[in-house]
């Protein structure tokens, strides 16, 4: 059974950094997709940031340049360390994980098949 388990998230002012964690445990997959998703109140669901197997990422436009996804394998961990952050970043963040595609990892939240229960972020001006 997949388990996805996200902490790290809390309330910070605009400007200040934040790391979250997602635990995997359960998966088992060799070739893989994971990622860093995020839900505002009132909006759909996007994606934020995807790494895959080799390391290879993909970002929102919103977040390039100061949000940075990375996986620890030893500890099945996977990270998003989020800086400069702004009011309108404020949101349930939630990971999520699917197998790995030929064509590279989604960022739609749409083509994941396992989440996590999410963590709030909440940014003030």
């Known amino acids: 059974q997949v388990q996805l388990v996200e902490s790290g998230g809390g309330s910070v002012q605009a400007g200040g950094s934040l790391r979250l964690s997602c635990a995997i445990s359960g998966y088992t997959g060799r070739r893989y997709c994971m990622g860093w998703f995020r839900q505002a109140p009132g909006k759909e669901r996007e994606g934020v940031a995807v790494?895959?197997?080799?390391?290879?990422?993909k970002y929102a436009d919103s977040v390039k340049g100061r949000f940075t996804i990375s996986k620890d394998n030893a500890k099945n961990t996977l990270y998003l360390q989020m800086y400069s952050l702004k009011p309108e970043d404020t949101a349930m963040y939630y990971c999520?994980?699917?197998?790995?595609?030929?064509?590279?990892?989604?960022?739609?939240?749409?083509?994941?098949?396992?989440w996590g229960q999410g963590t709030q972020v909440t940014v003030s001006s």
């Open positions: 790494i895959d197997m080799n390391g290879s990422t």
């Open positions: 999520a994980a699917r197998d790995w595609a030929y064509v590279g990892c989604p960022i739609g939240p749409d083509e994941y098949n396992y």
